[in-house]
């Protein structure tokens, strides 16, 4: 009945027809709207008789009667369109009210000052609306009567000033209209209905409906409905209420009311409200009407509701309902009782929590009543919060954190050296890089608190301080950050802890039921692991394997490797770190026992090992001008010699990933050699482990043809030296375009394919993730430009495009092609929904946000069920 | 008939087809081939017999006998698979000699040295191919005997050394295979058919079909054809003759010939050839002879012959004729003539000049017969040569060159910051980058010589010199480059200045006739248009609005523009370059009347029209620590504050293209607003132009729609303000994956599309062309792992499918899209191809390209004709 009634029209009935004592209404059909303008812009007089006719039935429910002096009626005028349309008239209240009736008003509300008010906002609302005298006119009228007063508010006029008030209106309205402020309520009515079905056709609402292709000729609704007031005396009221707890979920009554109020009082603070179960005992028949209203309203809407109420004179009207918003934790118990009460099924259940809902529930997070002084917004990039001593060096919080002490590591953004530091610390916050920057994404990783880009925060080093705005922040000055809105707060804060309740560990094995899609985590270390599988991971989708040769213990002899200048020094240092990168595969297989792990081959250019070029410049040209030490001269000069000769322009774009393995086979053969070996002692051991040899950053077959004999040829080696038989997979990650042009013939090659949405996303748009955000990316959104930043949310018309180009063309050469996603994107729900819907196996994301990927997962299914 | 015969075999037989006198032989099918191996591997009885019966027919036809005392006939025998496959045994010659037979040749060739020579080295080649005794211990003997004679050389073995050396080699004979060297000459015929049969199953032969997938059933053929001496007497002799000019495409008879002597002779240089005309008056019936045989072989051929002939007692032997090689300008000219005498078609013509020759002819070469010291090889980036004083620094490089000085810009690579330095110079030098390297890309755009990425240079710009190898380079040495091949040359050298011969112009003309596609050139300045227009180029297909921001006197102002801390003092700065920027569109486009000019909006990051990071780096850290200069510092800081800003990881993904427009859109309406007043200026002086608005680096259809807007805008004012109705065309680059994943709807908003393939491959690969070249991509062609640069040549199995996807989702919005590319692809000839192939509407390439991309584009529609 939308396209008839209007939005709100049809809501109004709907309301009244399950029953709800909703305030006695009329609704004035689009039809109406369209005899008005082929009445050429005037209202016909047979639709004026028939609103009598039906404002009579009103009049009777209500037990009032327009323009009565002992009752009167009030109603209030709104526009309601079958799609809401700004431009167009909204509201006008209280209409109805003119000299005489508000004498009766102030009676019964016993209230005079609330009449009066009433009286003056009306004439102002309706003189704007309807006559289009305006606003700012009366508003220099009221400024001035405050100013005569003496008073600052508006709130503390008094009744006399507001009479005076009143009639200064009036006189402003006969001045600019030729006319006398109407006071019939019928004529009053009749131009208010006049004036919504002119503002159909005002220029604004005809722009809108162009830009938004919506048709003029659907025509405006008009929505008359009886005020009423619940500051009549004790017998009156008004309140709020929740169905259930909107906070812990408790399916109890929640909320409050105040008796012989207007919604207003409540706002306005001036009486403290009172608990809803107590009026139970104030009005013990209101109260059982409302809490019988309440159940039925959970029945119809299949959930928690949030309920505005007024009681007028011993009558209950419902103003609205509508689904309550509700904290993290009580979305999910919500959700589980109700389908425990049998109220929702299992699949409603899961479709009411919000996957990104329960990233909250696993952090620790800043007590919400707390008072905080907040000095800057950054990304929310790593949920969480912490406090923190700030450290601005990696090698200092790594030194006072393994002290005790408790550091926030702040850098204008942090690089693959920067681990030791972010390890120690509590959380991570940086100036520059985006939701995906490498501070960005470590954090998720470890499940630590981070904020990125906060781009207000000036740091600076040498000083080693911050200015922020006006404030000045020192080494060792606390600060806290909240990774989940980014907020930069000045001092220590107040934490909660979070709880895994078990509503929320049954809501994810409901949805393991539903989903498709495998989740699992993506995982460096042994503890990773064994956290992902706690998070009910079922495997491991990308195992990274350069975190590992950041290891304090292993960075030395890696730097060794870089700098060799023969293929033989370079062997022999990767001889040492073979065992060591053996013992690393042995942890997470261990631990991964009976589910699959994906080992990404090196991937970052090779320079992110060595310490970065710009410091090493600024160092050898103080050594150079200081002459003070020749010795670590000579040794920063070669270091920077290598630096720069393994500098890129564009790192992204250069030599790295498999191309690593292209230019210095001995890295990857050592790679591989460590993995067969584990593969083979835990064989021994009888530990069934999936491993599956992972190739990165693959543009041609030919790559992948090189790589698979030289994984085949070192199998039969390890095999032979063990005597151990071995069985393993070979994929590729899919993140270069190339890839997925040529990805039927790379699937002849491949157990496996996996999506890297990140640098897929990267060459997709030529977005730089590390430079895009904080420089552009953003004016893309605020000018909506696109819609999401495609680092967030996989952006399905253009890279998802790419995705289904290499699904359909690795399963056209090997239908039963295993294929999965281990970008960022992986543990974002849009985006495992589009996975879900192209048909992935797996996706893979940071261990805190398996839980979001089970949900999402299963949302996605159960979606696609429906459709 | 090559499945029977074989390759050579067939060959032979279509020389004595058309009449050619060639040595008389027999060829054993391949069908022998398989009746030895169904015989169990032994040569069937029924096929040496036919051997032996047509070889009396080749005694007859030779007037020679085999084994004859008096005239012994010597045959060569050499495998012929219908494909030449390595690994399998190719050549014996001189069989047929033993003690008797050598007497006989000693005496009928009057030169026993001779004869004992070719008995030692047919029993060398046999023992080896045939008996299969290791060659080295052949050798061995070989090496022993010199020294015992006290020669070094082989030729200086007297005739008695080499008789001794017979014995020696027939004792090993005996030693290895426990038989006699065989003497009869059927019987060496037999072992050497035998040979050949085996030796299509050894295992290298195997390998090698089994790589490439060709079918070991179809065997091989055997031929056997008689030997023929030009060292009989003074009326026999040995040549070789093309049958035009190779250097100069003349059409006369040139090449050279010895009397009385073998092929070898003329090689070996102890006699001095006499050039081929003296044949005339010395043998006039063999010249006549052999010039009607050249006649006849070009008319069969269709091409210049490069002809090696004997004469062995009075009877000419065409021993092999072939396409002969020959200079650029021989083969434009050959062509020309070849088409203007009726030979060929004009088509044909076309075909037979290879694109890239063009390039050869436009540039000034090497004197190609200068004695050289080539010190290093390099890329060669640019053609032609150049020599100069090599200066290190662009501003010392003006300097030098405006004093008139010949100046070689040596740098480890170039950037922006670099052009007034390369335009004063002769020619560049880089140690560092690519084929599409900054300084390879300008200069072939400025038609200047230029090689790149020269590894082995060491560049030390403090010491303002280059080490290479043993060489050390101080400043303001003399170098040369040849941009053609590489190659970096010590010291001056001696030039050939280029001609645009009629033949060239006319065959160019001849081009125009067939080509579809249309060629335009890029051109930044009217200079570059001017000669675009010269080459015959019809378009300018991209003007780089950037290289006018680098002029001397735009930079200050451009500067000040991008240190601008508000947007009006980004408008001020704008202010002064817009009547430039009209200035340099006004030129471009009156220079281009009638034709269209692609005007592309600001494409590269702002920070490189500001000084290089790393350089303020150690500028400001020296000013720091020695406190010199205090106001310096701080304006240096400042720079380095705003460079820091700037800063990108990798600015190839980063804030650039239609990005800035989106950020600083004032600057890309300030180019608007140039172009159209050009083009309201010139429409009003009645000079018809065709501008063309391109958007660079577009990856969404709202952003094309919010430039779109902007430009329709500023084209309403321009009209306004000055009273000229104008009129220009819309477009985008397509460079980005997901502009072409978007292209249908990019369409909707476009008169045109323009492939930026430099930037669409190094998306699509995620290769850095900066980085790539130098770091890994070499070991990729190397490996084989790619067959081509693909910034060369367009990589059609990625890039290509991505310019397919573009096309197709274009022309299905919008069917007669204009669609062209302006890369460097745009002048290569198989990239050239492929634009034809896919139905592009234009290229567009450097102006010294524009020919070579005429005639590619010629050869592809003349070559789609065909199929």
Known sequence: MKA????????????????????????????????????????????MNEVKEYLEVVEKQAGKKFGDLENPLLVSVR????????????????????????????????????????????????????????????????????KEQGVDFDQELSVDSLKALIQKYKKLVLDESGKPFPSDPLEQLSLAIDAVFRSWNNDRAIIYRNLNKISHDIGTAVNVQSMVFGNMGNDSGTGVAFTRNPSTGENLLYGEFLTNAQGEDVVAGIR????????????????????????????????????????????????????????????????????????????????????????????????????????AKGLPASPGAASGHVVFDSDEAEFLGKGGKKVLLVRTETTPDDIHGIIVSQGILTSRG???????????????????GCESLVVDYNKKEITVNNYKIKEGDVVSIDGATGRVILGEVPMKDPEMAEEYINILKWADEFKKLTVRANADTPEDARKARMFGATGIGLVRTEHMFMGQDRLPHVQKMILAETVDERKDALEIILPMQKEDFYGILKEMEGFPVTIRLLDPPLHEFLPNLEDLLVETTTLKLTGADPEKLEEKMTLLKKAKNLHEFNPMLGHRGCRLGITYNEIYEMQIRAIHMANAELTQ????????????????????????????????????????????????????PRAVLVADELAELC??????????????????RDDSQGKFLQHYIEMKLLKEDPFIAIDRRGVGKMMLLAVEGGRRTKPDLE???????????????????????????SPYRVPIARLAAARAAINDKKN
């Open 751 to 768: 157990d496996f394919f996996s999506f890297g949405t990140n640098d897929l996303t990267q060459t997709t748009f030529g977005f730089s």
């Open 434 to 452: 985006g939701m995906t920057s490498h501070a960005a994404v470590v954090a998720r990783g470890m499940g630590k608190p981070c904020v990125c």
């Open 79 to 146: 526009s309601g369109a079958s799609i809401s349309m700004p431009g167009m008239m909204d509201t006008v209240l209280n209409l109805g009210l003119n000299e005489e009736t508000v004498v009766s008003v102030a009676k019964n509300t016993n209230n005079e000052r609330f009449a009066y008010d009433a009286y003056r906002r009306f004439i102002q609302m309706f003189s704007d609306v309807v006559l289009e005298i305006p606003k700012h006119e009366f508003e220099d009228i009221l400024t001035e009567q405050k």
């Open 272 to 375: 403290t409200p009172r608990p809803i179960s107590e009026l139970k005992d104030e009005m013990p028949e209101i109260y059982k009407q409302f809490t019988e209203i309440a159940n039925m309203l959970e029945q119809k809407y299949q959930d928690m509701q949030d309920i505005e109420f007024t009681i007028e004179r011993g009558r209950l009207y419902m103003l609205q309902t509508r689904n309550g918003k509700r904290t993290a934790q009580a979305s999910v118990r919500v959700a589980y009782e109700m389908a425990n009460e049998g109220l929702i099924t299992k699949e409603q259940a899961i479709m009411m929590v919000e996957p990104d809902q329960l990233n909250q529930l696993l952090h620790r997070q800043i007590d919400p009543n707390a008072e905080l002084n907040v000095i």
């Open 4 to 47: 008839l009634l209007g939005g709100k029209g049809a809501n109004l009935a709907e309301m009244t027809n399950i029953g709800l004592p909703v305030p006695p209404g009329l609704t004035i059909t689009t039809e109406a709207c369209s005899a008005y303008y082929e009445n050429g812009g005037k209202l016909p007089e047979a639709i």
């Open 685 to 736: 051991e009888g530990i069934k482990v999936y491993p599956e040899i992972e190739i990165p950053l693959t543009v041609d077959a030919s790559e992948m043809r090189f790589f698979k004999a030289m994984i085949e040829r070192v199998a039969q080696e390890v095999m032979e030296e063990s005597g151990v038989n071995i069985e393993y997979k070979i994929g590729t990650m899919i993140e270069m």
């Open 819 to 845: 294929i999965g996603i281990c970008g960022e994107h992986g543990g974002e729900p849009s985006s495992v929904e589009f996975c879900h819907e192209i048909g992935l196996n797996f996706v893979s994301c």
